[in-house]
């Protein structure tokens, strides 16, 4: 479940970054690459999100 928040919260900061982006450097907005771009930070962010937290070790 957490995984689908992440990639919702992804696609929409990321629409909001491109499109204030695309604003400040007089670019077109394009729906299309901000999320193919917001939905590869996404998976990358859930794989940092894996690797960084060590996993906590069950004591017998």
Do not use: R
Not at 5 to 23: M, P
Not at 31 to 40: N, P, Q, W
């Amino acid at each position: 479940m957490h995984y689908i928040v992440t990639f919702v919260w992804a696609i929409v900061l990321g629409q909001i970054v491109g499109f204030l982006g695309g604003a400040l450097s007089k670019s077109p907005y394009d729906f299309k690459m901000t999320l193919i771009a917001s939905i590869i930070v996404a998976i990358f962010v859930i794989i940092i999100g894996e690797f960084a937290v060590p996993k906590e070790k069950k004591q017998a």
